[in-house]
């Protein structure tokens, strides 16, 4: 299943990218390291984190978000 937060959290560094594309670095560190963690904890497989990663750039190319 693809994870809902990994997409919920690509959704939110696109915004804050947008108004404060001095944040991205720092946010995509966060978002790596929670990444790594939730797939260590066992929360979720790193197909998971692909599926909501792809997921989030199926629908940036189509115009969705």
């Not at 939110?12 to 404060?20: F, G, N, S, T």
């Not at 790594?36 to 997921?55: F, I, K, M, N, Q």
Request: charged fraction near 30%.
């Amino acid at each position: 299943f693809r994870s809902g937060h990994t997409f919920q959290f690509l959704l939110m560094i696109d915004y804050v990218a947008k108004r404060y594309p001095e944040r991205v670095r720092e946010l995509t560190e966060f978002y790596r390291r929670i990444r790594e963690v939730r797939e260590w904890s066992g929360l979720h497989y790193p197909s998971d984190t692909r599926g909501a990663e792809r997921l989030f750039q199926m629908c940036k190319r189509a115009g969705i978000i």
